[in-house]
């Protein structure tokens, strides 16, 4: 079964950090760039950052840069989400997703896999005092 399983998510204080963790299976995740979505309450979806299958390369929202950081450990089938100091405002339901991680730092040019569209359930991530 080809899924995406997001993890990691909670509440933490502002100013925290919080992993998310993205496990893939039941395909070669390596051969696929994985996006990170963010979905907060009332809010419309948005790109967060994506990490190419091929080379590692990463993009970032601009307003995430400093913050937040992709990784992958291609062994493990895992795609990560380190998120530092944390804001209320980044309170949202955090997903990940094959993607096509379009021009290099230019997050608004993401888009889904066109040939493997996987989504993972979603994982909440609450910043409040």
């Known amino acids: 079964q080809v899924q995406l399983v997001e993890s990691g998510g909670g509440l933490v204080q502002p100013g925290g950090s919080l992993r998310l963790s993205c496990a893939a299976s039941?395909?070669?995740?390596?051969?696929?760039?994985i996006g990170w979505f963010r979905q907060a309450p009332g809010k419309e979806r948005e790109g967060v950052s994506c990490i190419s299958g091929s080379d590692g390369s990463t993009t970032y929202a601009d307003s995430l840069k400093g913050r937040f950081t992709i990784s992958r450990d291609n062994a493990k089938n895992t795609v990560y989400l380190q998120m530092n100091s944390l804001k209320p405002e980044d309170t949202a339901v955090y997903y990940c997703?094959?993607?096509?991680?379009?021009?290099?730092?230019?997050?608004?040019?993401?888009?889904?896999?066109?040939?493997?569209?996987?989504w993972g359930q979603g994982t909440l991530v609450t910043v409040s005092s």
């Open positions: 039941g395909f070669a995740s390596d051969n696929y760039a």
């Open positions: 997703a094959t993607a096509d991680c379009g021009l290099a730092d230019d997050l608004a040019t993401m888009s889904i896999d066109r040939y493997l569209e996987v």
